[in-house]
């Protein structure tokens, strides 16, 4: 797709999402979820840990879960902006939609992002990056599930520090009825609206939504953060952008338990960046860099089926799903190098990527007797990346050296194939101990196709990975369950870390492929306990990672082309350990408190000097919350702060040797303004960065990203 094209309005969703307030006055359907609250803690339900349902109580691994309440209240951009102060859990990135995950200090590749229990990770993207959550607009969730740790056996690569599942909305409610809504936010002058109108008829269901949004490039507030000052209000560029999402569901239900399902999803952003400081602001005289997506396509089309309540030998339960999805965008990488008064180099890169996958996932499971429930299943995936990419070095007031260009992608045209089986037993041993065991066999193929204007060598690479996990949830007493996992999980190196061969973009060396790139692999223990009464919840999860065969980049000593070469080799062995501790206790008149902590060490265990980790060691989070018991009226209030980071190389970031802490405030509260029949309208509005402090996420700080300043939204929402 053009990016001429591209830019073009999408005025059928906007006249659509025009309409949908008149729409829902009009419908009477069927009501709005009403979540009443009283001093008793819910527990909510879990899929994803074990791909069958469990009370988090109950589940043998170290959960986040996120409802639909939790996205009206907190008004996310995307759902990563759920994660910041969870336990566990942190973020990257700035902007609409480039807020990427960390789960205990784990970024990028080593996260797995699936959208009801399909992969969406990419294999051409960097590893530090991963792929961004954004493509999921908030307004198709019905919630979020994280496991904490990994979760290979039942997903395969990439599930060596987390998983995250987004699972989104299905028509259940016979009759029309769907929601509309909108938010503002000052900080960015945010404007997003969104619509959807669903509902069953006989036996088809259907659901038609989408969403659109813009925001401008917000500022940060002027302050002292480390070495850093800045003087008043400084606008943190490419960080505005606009987007657009839509989203249709077909399903037709065979009878009961079975429903044959199509869904398909498209997502659209323009001038996405990864936002930057002008070093004039704070550093004079260093380097300016830009991350900028000029533009993102990304569409899915998915169909398949489910059927519970078999009565087959083999299976009670089965789920197949075949899909399609195409991610297609371009990347402009640019860097700016003061070299004297007046002269300076500039180097500007540009890509463009279109990956086409193809994917299948075909799951059974069966209980065996009254105590064994086998879940067992096949998977594949098929990614194809076609790669474009132009370089220029231009000399500014530096004499007559004339620009240096080149078109050679530095990522030729390459396939990556995945097949997978896997099994898992589910062993309700005594009425109060269950133990379950897994395994998984994966086998993986790379191959660089032929490619324009790439002159490196063609190459293939494959690997096989066996791992397996194994899990004990013991209740010893009706409040209280201990929880025990230890597992292995793996992550097989992506395009970009087996065929790069090229200059690196900031031009300091030249990286060679290596397709011989064996797969990460990880070990992880957990110890918890989990307590909850009427009143109160609480749960204290101690973890260690070990990841073995860890890929890094690594010198030669060689020269190519008169750079020193560099190229990816498995040598890192890496530990991260840590404690998580949350809770929430219900007070009397509708108020309840929550807080957590967490605290993370990481080591690089063969270089123990060498700076290592992608969070604060530190953060906790604590709210103060009023709920009215018939769901009229809530009120919060939070604080969220993250403990000082000394163990980081000065010569990587402008703040120094230490990356100071930082303590924000924010308020929210939300309304139902009207409830005629069925028919719900709320108003929400919130503040964040109460006391417009300076202070950036652990991993935005060497490429100086500062958070918003004091910023205001609002929201809107009607349901019918």
């Not at 193809?358 to 990346?385: A, P, Q, W």
């Not at 073995?548 to 000593?557: D, L, S, V, Y």
């Amino acid at each position: 797709m053009s990016p001429t094209r591209f830019r073009s309005r999408p005025s059928w969703l906007l006249a659509a999402l025009a309409a949908a307030p008149t729409l829902a006055a009009a419908q009477q359907a069927s009501p709005d979820s009403v979540r009443v609250r009283d001093t008793m803690v819910l527990t909510p339900i879990v899929v994803t840990a074990t791909r069958s349902p469990k009370e988090v109580f109950l589940t043998p691994a170290p959960v986040n879960v996120f409802d639909r309440s939790d996205i009206r209240a907190r008004a996310p951009n995307t759902l990563t902006d759920l994660f910041r102060g969870q336990a566990g859990l942190d973020v990257t990135g700035v902007g609409l939609n480039q807020v990427r995950p960390v789960i205990r200090g784990q970024i990028g590749q080593r996260i797995l992002l699936l959208a009801d229990g399909q992969r969406l990770n990419n294999s051409r993207r960097q590893q530090d990056f991963g792929e961004i959550p954004g493509l999921l607009d908030v307004s198709t969730i019905e919630r979020v599930e994280v496991v904490r740790g990994p979760a290979s056996v039942l997903y395969g690569t990439d599930a060596i520090g987390g998983v995250i599942n987004v699972i989104t909305r299905t028509p259940e409610l016979a009759g029309l009825h769907g929601d509309a809504g909108a938010r503002y936010s000052s900080a960015d002058a945010q404007r997003r609206l969104s619509a959807t109108a669903a509902g069953r008829f006989g036996r088809w269901g259907l659901s038609l939504g989408g969403a659109v949004r813009g925001a401008d490039d917000y500022k940060g507030p002027g302050g002292d953060y480390g070495n850093i000052s800045l003087a008043g209000n400084t606008p943190v560029r490419d960080t505005r952008g606009q987007d657009w999402s839509a989203d249709a569901y077909l399903g037709y239900r065979l009878g009961a338990g079975r429903e044959l399902f199509a869904r398909y999803e498209r997502f659209q952003a323009d001038t996405a960046g990864f936002g930057y400081v002008d070093p004039a602001a704070y550093a004079p005289g260093d380097p300016t860099i830009r991350i900028l997506y000029p533009w993102q396509v990304f569409s899915k089309l998915s169909t398949g089926v489910r059927a519970t309540g078999l009565t087959l030998p083999f299976a009670d339960r089965a789920e197949a799903t075949v899909y399609r999805q195409e991610n297609d965008r371009s990347l402009a990488f640019g860097i700016s190098i003061p070299t004297g008064p007046g002269s300076m180099i500039d180097i500007a890169q540009t890509n463009r990527t279109d990956l086409v996958t193809y994917g299948f996932r075909g799951e059974l499971s069966k209980l065996i007797g009254e105590r064994v429930n086998l879940t067992y299943g096949i998977d594949y995936f098929h990614d194809r990346s076609t790669n474009s990419d132009s370089n220029t070095t231009t000399f500014v007031n530096m004499g007559p050296i004339p620009p240096s260009t080149s078109t050679v992608p530095q990522v030729p045209n390459a396939s990556y194939r995945s097949t997978g089986v896997f099994a898992q037993s589910d062993w309700r041993v005594l009425p109060r101990l269950s133990l379950l065991f897994g395994a998984r066999y994966q086998h993986i193929n790379a191959a660089t196709r032929s490619t324009p204007n790439y002159t490196g060598p063609s190459a293939t690479s494959t690997d096989h990975t066996v791992v397996g996990a194994a899990s004990a949830v013991i209740r010893v007493a009706d409040a209280v369950s201990l929880v025990g996992t230890v597992g292995r999980a793996f992550r097989s190196p992506n395009l970009v870390e087996r065929f790069f061969n090229g200059p690196t973009p900031e031009g300091s060396g030249y990286q060679s492929p290596n397709p011989n790139l064996k797969p990460e692999t990880s070990l992880n223990v957990d110890v918890g306990v989990r307590v909850r009464t009427a009143r109160a919840n609480a749960e204290v999860f101690v973890f260690q990672n070990s990841i073995h065969e860890g890929i890094r980049i690594a010198p030669t000593g060689a020269q190519v082309q008169g750079l020193a070469e560099y190229r990816n080799v498995n040598v890192q062995k890496l530990r991260f350990r840590g404690i998580e501790l949350s809770g929430r206790l219900g007070l009397e008149a509708g108020f309840s408190l929550a807080a957590n902590a967490t605290r993370v060490s990481s080591k690089n265990v063969l270089d123990p000097a060498a700076p290592l980790g992608n969070s604060y060691s530190s953060s906790y989070r604590a709210t103060l919350r009023y709920d009215h018991p018939r769901d009229r009226l809530y009120a919060e209030y939070e604080l969220r702060g993250n403990g000082d980071r000394t163990d980081v190389l000065p010569a990587t970031n402008p703040v120094g040797a230490t990356l100071p802490g930082f303590l924000v405030h924010s308020v929210r509260a939300g309304v139902v303004i009207a409830r005629n029949g069925l028919r719900t309208q709320r108003l929400g509005i919130g503040i964040t960065n109460l006391s417009n402090a300076l202070y950036a996420e652990f991993t935005n700080v060497s490429f100086f990203r500062p958070e918003p300043g004091r910023s205001v939204f609002l929201t809107y929402g009607v349901t019918f």
